[in-house]
Protein backbone atom coordinates (compact mmCIF):
# COMPACT_ATOMS: atom_id res chain seq x y z
CA UNK A 1 0.00 0.00 0.00
CA UNK A 2 1.07 3.77 -0.86
CA UNK A 3 2.10 5.47 2.15
CA UNK A 4 0.19 8.85 3.09
CA UNK A 5 3.43 10.22 2.79
CA UNK A 6 4.71 8.89 -0.62
CA UNK A 7 1.17 10.25 -1.63
CA UNK A 8 1.58 13.76 -0.70
CA UNK A 9 5.07 13.73 -2.51
CA UNK A 10 2.82 12.86 -5.42
CA UNK A 11 0.08 15.35 -5.16
CA UNK A 12 2.82 18.38 -4.48
CA UNK A 13 5.07 16.82 -7.92
CA UNK A 14 1.65 17.18 -9.71
CA UNK A 15 0.85 20.56 -8.37
CA UNK A 16 4.33 21.71 -9.03
CA UNK A 17 4.21 20.38 -12.80
CA UNK A 18 0.64 21.79 -13.10
CA UNK A 19 2.03 25.10 -12.21
CA UNK A 20 4.74 24.75 -14.55
CA UNK A 21 2.58 24.35 -17.37
CA UNK A 22 0.20 26.93 -16.45
CA UNK A 23 2.64 29.42 -16.15
CA UNK A 24 4.12 28.45 -20.08
CA UNK A 25 0.92 28.06 -21.29
CA UNK A 26 0.68 32.22 -21.96
CA UNK A 27 4.12 32.40 -23.26
CA UNK A 28 3.30 29.60 -25.85
CA UNK A 29 -0.01 30.97 -26.84
CA UNK A 30 1.98 34.75 -26.77
CA UNK A 31 4.23 33.04 -28.81
CA UNK A 32 1.75 31.15 -31.65
CA UNK A 33 0.06 34.83 -31.53
CA UNK A 34 3.00 36.63 -32.59
CA UNK A 35 3.51 33.44 -35.00
CA UNK A 36 -0.08 34.63 -36.44
CA UNK A 37 0.37 37.58 -36.41
CA UNK A 38 3.77 37.64 -38.11
CA UNK A 39 2.41 35.73 -40.89
CA UNK A 40 -1.10 37.60 -41.65
CA UNK A 41 1.92 40.79 -42.03
CA UNK A 42 3.40 38.77 -44.78
CA UNK A 43 0.64 38.48 -46.89
CA UNK A 44 -1.00 41.74 -46.27
CA UNK A 45 2.38 42.83 -47.54
CA UNK A 46 2.36 40.37 -50.91
CA UNK A 47 -1.00 42.01 -51.36
CA UNK A 48 0.07 45.60 -51.42
CA UNK A 49 2.98 44.60 -53.44
CA UNK A 50 0.75 42.70 -56.07
CA UNK A 51 -1.63 45.90 -56.01
CA UNK A 52 1.51 48.25 -56.32
CA UNK A 53 2.69 46.44 -59.27
CA UNK A 54 -1.08 45.80 -60.91
CA UNK A 55 -1.56 49.91 -60.51
CA UNK A 56 1.73 50.57 -62.20
CA UNK A 57 1.08 47.89 -65.25
CA UNK A 58 -1.99 49.44 -65.82
CA UNK A 59 -0.80 52.88 -65.63
CA UNK A 60 2.21 52.15 -68.08
CA UNK A 61 -0.56 49.95 -70.44
CA UNK A 62 -2.80 53.29 -70.40
CA UNK A 63 -0.10 55.55 -70.89
CA UNK A 64 0.97 53.33 -74.14
CA UNK A 65 -2.65 53.19 -75.26
CA UNK A 66 -2.86 57.05 -74.96
CA UNK A 67 0.73 57.57 -77.40
CA UNK A 68 -1.10 54.81 -79.51
CA UNK A 69 -4.27 56.53 -79.59
CA UNK A 70 -2.59 60.10 -80.55
CA UNK A 71 -0.04 59.02 -82.89
CA UNK A 72 -2.47 57.15 -85.32
CA UNK A 73 -5.57 59.30 -84.30
CA UNK A 74 -5.58 60.99 -88.16
CA UNK A 75 -5.90 57.28 -89.76
CA UNK A 76 -9.84 58.04 -90.94
CA UNK A 77 -8.70 61.77 -92.24
CA UNK A 78 -5.61 60.24 -93.85
CA UNK A 79 -7.79 57.58 -95.63
CA UNK A 80 -10.00 60.28 -96.89
CA UNK A 81 -6.97 62.52 -98.22
CA UNK A 82 -5.68 59.31 -100.10
CA UNK A 83 -8.79 59.75 -102.25
CA UNK A 84 -8.28 63.27 -103.09
CA UNK A 85 -4.87 62.46 -103.64
CA UNK A 86 -5.67 59.60 -106.33
CA UNK A 87 -8.15 62.06 -107.92
CA UNK A 88 -5.52 64.50 -108.35
CA UNK A 89 -3.32 62.15 -109.88
CA UNK A 90 -6.03 60.50 -112.47
CA UNK A 91 -6.61 64.18 -113.46
CA UNK A 92 -3.01 64.98 -114.23
CA UNK A 93 -2.95 61.53 -115.82
CA UNK A 94 -5.20 62.28 -118.49
CA UNK A 95 -3.84 65.81 -119.45
CA UNK A 96 -2.35 65.42 -123.23
CA UNK A 97 1.18 66.20 -123.76
CA UNK A 98 0.53 68.65 -126.36
CA UNK A 99 -2.05 70.56 -123.84
CA UNK A 100 0.97 71.18 -121.48
CA UNK A 101 2.37 73.43 -123.96
CA UNK A 102 -0.58 75.52 -124.47
CA UNK A 103 -0.29 78.64 -121.90
CA UNK A 104 -4.23 78.65 -120.78
CA UNK A 105 -3.91 75.10 -119.25
CA UNK A 106 -0.82 75.26 -118.20
CA UNK A 107 -1.21 77.39 -114.81
CA UNK A 108 -4.46 74.76 -114.28
CA UNK A 109 -1.86 71.97 -114.64
CA UNK A 110 0.99 73.48 -112.41
CA UNK A 111 -1.68 74.26 -109.60
CA UNK A 112 -2.94 70.56 -109.82
CA UNK A 113 0.70 69.50 -109.38
CA UNK A 114 1.60 72.04 -106.69
CA UNK A 115 -1.48 70.76 -104.71
CA UNK A 116 -0.12 67.21 -105.41
CA UNK A 117 3.60 68.66 -103.48
CA UNK A 118 1.92 69.79 -100.90
CA UNK A 119 -0.39 67.01 -100.28
CA UNK A 120 2.95 65.32 -100.14
CA UNK A 121 4.51 67.65 -97.83
CA UNK A 122 1.61 67.01 -95.51
CA UNK A 123 1.60 63.27 -96.06
CA UNK A 124 5.45 63.74 -94.84
CA UNK A 125 5.16 65.89 -91.66
CA UNK A 126 2.34 63.08 -90.46
CA UNK A 127 4.80 59.96 -91.11
CA UNK A 128 2.65 58.73 -94.15
CA UNK A 129 4.66 57.07 -96.32
CA UNK A 130 4.23 55.48 -100.40
CA UNK A 131 4.79 51.60 -100.17
CA UNK A 132 7.16 50.34 -102.49
CA UNK A 133 5.37 47.95 -105.17
CA UNK A 134 6.82 47.75 -108.64
CA UNK A 135 10.21 45.32 -109.09
CA UNK A 136 9.43 44.22 -105.30
CA UNK A 137 8.00 40.36 -103.99
CA UNK A 138 5.03 40.46 -103.36
CA UNK A 139 4.48 41.01 -99.57
CA UNK A 140 0.99 39.91 -98.27
CA UNK A 141 1.27 42.74 -94.97
CA UNK A 142 1.62 45.33 -97.61
CA UNK A 143 0.43 44.66 -101.36
CA UNK A 144 -2.87 43.40 -102.38
CA UNK A 145 -2.76 41.05 -105.13
CA UNK A 146 -5.41 41.92 -107.85
CA UNK A 147 -4.45 40.11 -110.79
CA UNK A 148 -1.61 37.51 -112.14
CA UNK A 149 0.08 38.64 -115.46
CA UNK A 150 2.05 35.61 -117.53
CA UNK A 151 5.23 37.38 -118.18
CA UNK A 152 8.77 36.10 -118.95
CA UNK A 153 10.33 39.30 -118.04
CA UNK A 154 9.65 38.80 -114.29
CA UNK A 155 10.13 36.07 -111.70
CA UNK A 156 6.87 34.60 -110.53
CA UNK A 157 5.21 36.45 -107.50
CA UNK A 158 7.14 39.97 -108.04
CA UNK A 159 4.88 43.04 -108.81
CA UNK A 160 5.03 43.93 -112.17
CA UNK A 161 2.22 46.55 -111.74
CA UNK A 162 0.85 48.74 -109.55
CA UNK A 163 -2.66 49.84 -109.69
CA UNK A 164 -3.84 51.70 -106.99
CA UNK A 165 -0.47 53.08 -104.51
CA UNK A 166 -0.63 52.03 -101.19
CA UNK A 167 0.17 53.70 -97.96
CA UNK A 168 1.94 53.45 -94.53
CA UNK A 169 1.56 55.99 -91.81
CA UNK A 170 4.44 55.14 -89.91
CA UNK A 171 4.19 51.32 -88.69
CA UNK A 172 0.75 50.55 -89.84
CA UNK A 173 -0.61 49.90 -93.00
CA UNK A 174 -3.34 52.99 -93.86
CA UNK A 175 -3.96 50.82 -97.32
CA UNK A 176 -2.20 48.31 -98.72
CA UNK A 177 -1.45 48.54 -102.77
CA UNK A 178 -3.15 47.15 -104.76
CA UNK A 179 -0.67 45.27 -107.64
CA UNK A 180 -0.62 42.56 -110.56
CA UNK A 181 1.91 39.92 -110.06
CA UNK A 182 4.07 38.33 -112.35
CA UNK A 183 3.61 33.96 -112.86
CA UNK A 184 5.67 31.71 -114.95
CA UNK A 185 4.30 32.38 -118.93
Known amino acids: MIDQNDQNDHHDEAESIRAETAADAPEVAEH ?21 AET ?11 IQASAYAVTGFARDMLGVRDHLDRALSHVPDASRADETIKGFIEGIEATLREIDAIFARNGIERIAAKGLPLDPHKHQAMIEVATDSAEPGTVVEE ?9 RLLRPALV ?4 AG
Do not use: I
Not at 165 to 170: C, I
Not at 180 to 183: P, Q
Open 56 to 66: QNVRRRLEAEK
Open 32 to 52: DRVAELERELEETRGKALYAA
Open 163 to 171: MQTGYMLKE
Open 180 to 183: GVAK
